[in-house]
């Protein structure tokens, strides 16, 4: 690393009587366009030790990156605590500490990455959360709960926002299921935790019923009213909250 660091600075000279500057180096002249800036990007021939340009702007402009996004900016839920909302968020950037996540850094051998729930995966975040016979399962019971039906990514933010367009796109509605959504995030992953740590887990309708308490918890700061119809609540959330 040094030596080629060296290299690259026989190259520059120094004027002691000039200021110093930036410069676009594709074109020194006329400096930064736009249009200079995408014919650069897009160019079939633009690659430096290996590293393409062109590739460098597909993975920037890529569906994934961009759902990334968007999830992002909604994951932060007024009614949500904020310890849950940075959970979500670390699994949206896959830096939650699973047993996948803690083989690559060397903290555990490979030979323990297997899922706590005994299913026999490797214990990645979209396994986890969304592929895993008995963690995955949940989000099926709160689709049941709720009353619709929306697809299974295993991408997290793809997950997220399918889940949370699934009633359409009026407002209550769409806030709503991003709180549900974050409550079975939080569920979930509290309960891979209490078996790892406590050796105590639990069913998936169990873990249904905290999703619907922590859900109720949190709506009645703003709606106090909920208190009182926690039946309706229970079985049917939609009509309870009235944006059926």
């Known amino acids: 690393m040094l030596r080629e660091c060296q290299t690259l600075l026989l190259t520059f000279s120094f004027q002691v009587q000039s200021a110093d500057s930036w410069h676009w180096q594709p074109d020194i002249t006329t400096g930064y366009s736009v249009r200079g800036a995408y014919q650069l990007l897009t160019s079939e021939d633009t690659i430096t030790l290996g590293y393409s340009v062109r590739g ?17 900016t909604l994951i932060w839920h007024k009614q949500v605590p904020l310890k849950v909302s940075i959970c979500a968020w670390r ?20 030979e323990a990455h297997y899922c706590v729930s005994g299913c026999g995966g490797i214990e ?47 407002r209550a509605r769409r806030s709503f299921l991003q709180l549900i959504w974050l409550a079975c995030v939080w569920v979930l992953w509290n309960e891979r935790n209490n078996r790892l740590f406590r050796n105590i887990a639990q069913t998936v309708p169990q873990m249904l019923d905290k999703v619907k308490l922590y859900s109720l918890w949190w709506l009645k700061t703003e709606n106090e009213t909920l208190v009182t119809n926690l039946h309706s609540w229970w079985s049917t959330p939609v009509l309870c909250l009235g944006i059926d």
Request: charged residues 15%.
């Open 124 to 170: 990645s975040a979209q396994h986890l959360f969304f592929t895993c016979g008995i963690f995955g399962s949940l989000w099926s019971a709160v689709r049941l709960w709720i009353g619709f039906s929306s697809m299974d990514h295993q991408n997290p933010s793809c997950h997220f926002l399918h889940f949370v367009g699934a009633l359409g796109e009026r």
């Open 91 to 110: 699994l949206l950037r896959d830096r939650l500490p699973t047993r996948a996540n803690l083989v690559s850094r060397g903290i555990i051998s490979p």
């Open 56 to 72: 460098a702007y597909q993975l920037l402009t890529s569906e994934d990156t961009v759902t990334l996004g968007e999830a992002e």
